[in-house]
């Protein structure tokens, strides 16, 4: 059974360019939930994906957007790249609508530098 | 914006002492749940409490729930120098949302 996949596992970028970072879930999930977390600091909420849509979204701009495909896959695009972009970026996967069971299942992550 | 606070922000003790972790949260919850972060890695579920429950055992972790304070507590017994890493506490909101929101951690060494 496999868990949460994301790649690459790591990424370096100039600043104002566009990245795609991957996500596919553990199997059986429907969710998707992606997570930046900067050095020294917990994991913030960017979004969460469900039915192909976005149901829930943190505090960051619109330069940071996503995808859900119909196999539960999801992309995170960042664009017009800052500095303060590089984080390690986490996806979770979990199974939408359990209240209070909500296990959320973390891949490796990515970690991203902005040159 | 953070939910949960772990308390202390870094902990030392010798191998084979217990642990202890505090985190604080602000609103209501479902569940209240704790993972750990080996050097920047993927987050590991350790254990999930919900709101219900006062007390729970997985091995040698033993986490408390107090919703009245809002508080909870993880325990980690005959610590390990595999047990070094960062732990954080997580919790839901009573919206059935299923966002999960993260404290800043508490970095934990185990000295040999």
């Known amino acids: 059974d496999a868990g949460v996949t994301q790649s690459p596992t790591h990424l370096i970028k100039t600043r104002g360019q566009q990245v795609t970072l991957r996500c596919s879930p553990k199997?059986?999930?429907?969710?998707v939930s992606w997570y930046q977390q900067a050095l020294g600091q917990g994991p913030q909420f960017i979004f969460q994906?469900?039915?192909?849509?976005?149901?829930q979204r943190g505090n960051f701009p619109d330069r940071f957007s996503g995808h859900q495909f119909p196999n539960y896959s999801s992309e995170l695009n960042v664009n017009a790249l800052l500095l303060g972009d590089s984080a390690l970026y986490l996806c979770?996967?979990?199974?939408f609508g359990q209240g209070g069971n909500t296990e959320a299942f973390f891949g490796q992550g990515t970690r991203l530098t902005v040159v | 914006s953070q939910q949960g606070e772990e308390d202390p922000q870094a902990l030392s003790i010798q191998e084979g002492e217990n642990a202890t972790m505090n985190c604080s949260y602000k609103t209501s919850i479902n569940n209240l749940q704790w993972y750990r972060q080996n050097s920047g890695r993927g987050l590991v579920h350790l254990i999930l409490?919900?709101?219900?429950?006062r007390e729970k055992h997985s091995g040698r972790l033993r986490v408390t729930l107090d919703t009245s304070k809002k508080s909870s507590s993880l325990l980690i017994t005959a610590s390990r120098a595999a047990d070094t890493a960062s732990y954080f506490c997580?919790?839901?909101?009573?919206?059935?949302?299923?966002?999960?929101?993260f404290g800043k951690g508490t970095r934990l060494h185990i000295l040999p």
């Open positions: 409490i919900r709101s219900n429950e």
């Open positions: 997580a919790t839901d909101a009573m919206n059935r949302d299923d966002k999960i929101i």
């Open positions: 199997s059986g999930h429907d969710t």
């Open positions: 994906y469900y039915e192909e849509e976005e149901r």
């Open positions: 979770a996967s979990s199974l």
